[in-house]
T-cell receptor, first 116, second 113 residues
Framework: AQSVTQLDSQVPVFEEAPVELRCNYS??????LFWYVQYPNQGLQLLLK??????LVESINGFEAEFNKSQTSFHLRKPSVHISDTAEYFC??????????????FGQGTELSVKP | DAMVIQNPRYQVTQFGKPVTLSCSQT?????MYWYQQKSSQAPKLLFH???????NEADTPDNFQSRRPNTSFCFLDIRSPGLGDAAMYLC????????????FGPGTRLTVL
């Protein structure tokens, strides 16, 4: 079975500083990777995804993630964070279960806290 | 806009009193999921429907049941809620595909008194 490890449970950072949220997965087959963001008392929103093609993927609000097959990583980065980026971030990998569809395997989450 | 809707957003029930949470979608996706998420934890998959086929996770307690009367709606029934069932319940959908990109509803926060 696949697994996802988010190496940092909490990341405090000052506004306008760069940030990296780390994610490693375990899989030797083709993978599809996702980052979701969750604001307090809300559902998960897709931030960005890697399905194929360019290993660098970007979101509309300045986040980017790079798929690194040799290191089995999919780290999330932003060069300059805002207070509004404060949220929980979940890395996930897709796992197929044949005719019954598929499911996402989530990491434990990283709480990003941006301070003024 | 196409979306996943969950009602109610907040639900309070009493210990042992059955409760039903609702999810609807306008995306016309054929896969629907129910997750339980406790504070500061990742979402935990309870079960999912692939069309009308029900797929239960091995560690989902029998206390949790689900119904999917049609493509658009899916319900989560908790037959006898315990204090440990207090959590956020998330519904998600995905189109049949190999990569399982999922679209989440806003969640229902369940409180058990």
């Amino acid at each position: 079975a696949q697994s996802v490890t988010q190496l940092d449970s909490q990341v405090p950072v000052f506004e306008e500083a760069p940030v990296e949220l780390r994610c490693n997965y375990s899989s030797s087959v083709s993978v599809y990777l996702f980052w979701y963001v969750q604001y307090p008392n809300q559902g998960l929103q897709l931030l960005l995804k890697y399905l194929s093609g360019s290993t660098l993927v970007e979101s509309i609000n300045g986040f980017e993630a790079e798929f690194n097959k040799s290191q089995t990583s999919f780290h999330l980065r932003k060069p300059s964070v805002h207070i509004s980026d404060t949220a929980e971030y979940f890395c996930a990998v897709s796992e197929n279960i044949g005719w019954r569809g598929g499911k996402l395997i989530f990491g434990q989450g990283t709480e990003l806290s941006v301070k003024p | 806009d196409a979306m996943v809707i969950q009602n109610p957003r907040y639900q309070v029930t009493q210990f042992g009193k059955p409760v039903t949470l609702s999810c609807s979608q306008t995306l016309n996706h054929n896969v629907m999921y129910w997750y339980q998420q406790k504070s500061s934890q990742a979402p935990k998959l309870l079960f999912h429907y692939y069309d009308k086929d029900f797929n239960n996770e091995a560690d989902t307690p029998d206390n949790f049941q689900s119904r999917r009367p049609n493509t658009s709606f899916c319900f989560l029934d908790i037959r006898s809620p315990g204090l440990g069932d207090a959590a956020m319940y998330l519904c998600a959908t995905s189109r049949e595909s190999s990569y399982n990109e999922q679209f989440f509803g806003p969640g229902t926060r369940l409180t058990v008194l």
